[in-house]
């Protein structure tokens, strides 16, 4: 992709991102159809971007990894490289929990008069249903190693869980690297099928701009700007900042003193991928434009691209883990339970652990603070306070989509901030130093 092509696609995107709010907060939300049970701006960017997107998903986890993993070639590499991938991926999280954590406590937007908080506490109990999602930590971890080791690939790959695609990728590449010269064939195959699932990425990256009108036409109008004000959108405050300070403070920090690069001028040629993050809301969807940005735009190497980009898509979420934290104690808050160091030990661990299970997909952080919530109850065990209800997690769906749009960025940056890091360890022979 041209450098002109690539300023037009931008200039578009963006364009799409303003109008979509325009539309959305001054068109003609309430006066539009619904189809199959959604309003048409949602269905149409669904069937416009989100369904190619993820259509693409499966082929190229699978295909990049492989590729990632053969190009790498001498497996000494691949454990230098995995190792410091992983090191890099749970230091951000849980940088990005802790500094969620400290934010909320010190700002305490659910510190509420009496009468408020009784009223919001009315609220979340109108979401009494999910109170019977209720899972313990122990499960949780059961259910991520499961998924570690997979009984069936084509099983994971129809429901789409990625953590098994990508360990069977990871060992089947390391097979095909150790083969030599008998598993060459099998090595230029799965490169060449994924250097052609890049041509079609670059494809369907043009319907990027549509896509996003729709989607964010679709999200104000449903949530509006009106949600900002009261103790929701201290809450929001809070979570927005938080992102704000990892996404331009602590990533860009490590990106200059670890790799030597310019943060921000990473970041502008990122521009592609954090749009389409925050228009598309999933990381998974993102992850096509991700990698063909990370190579074409921010001079990542192929073999970090294809190897580190996948396994963040998957397990190295910076903004859920971050706003896990906040919306978790801010809940507690709400209720009128006050959190001591070991309960807010707890939820840094828990927000953590509970992020790296968080699906690549819109909302994802809702379901996994259900973790949290339950590990900080059974912490509360026996004490004055009553435990928070899961149902209590109902007050704050109504504002989640503005937020699921920023931390999704955040959790694609962070991405790109590790494969730009990883380069060092693993460049081309052609990359330009």
Known sequence: MTHRSTNILTILILAGLVLGAIVGEFGFFDSGAVIDGNHWLKTTGDLVLIRPLKLLIVPLIFFSVIAGITRIGDPSKLGKVGGA????????????????????TWIQPGMLPEEVRASLQASGQEFGAASTATRDLSSAWLNIVYQIVPVNLLDDMVKVRPLGIIV??????????????????????????????????RWVIWLTPIGVFFLVAWTVGKIGFQSIYGPLGWYMATVLIGLAIHGFIVLPLILKLVGGVSPYQFMWQMKRALMTAVGTDSSSATLPVTIDCAEEEGRCSKRAANFVLPLGATINMDGTALYEAVAVVFLFQLFGIELELSQLIVVVVTATLAAIGAAGIPSAGLVTMVIVISAVNMNLTGQESSPLPI????????????????????????DAVGARLITNLAPDETIER
């Open 168 to 201: 069977f990728a990871i060992a089947f590449g390391l097979a095909l690297a150790a083969g030599g010269d008998k598993t060459k064939a099998a090595r230029d195959i799965c490169n060449a099928a994924f250097e052609g699932l890049m041509i079609l990425v």
């Open 391 to 414: 149902a209590a997690i109902g007050i704050i769906i109504g504002v989640d989509r503005i937020l699921d749009m920023c931390r999704t960025a955040v959790n694609v940056w962070g």
């Open 85 to 104: 991938t992983l090191i890099y991926y749970l230091a951000t999280m849980l940088m990005a929990v802790i500094l969620g954590t400290c934010l909320v």
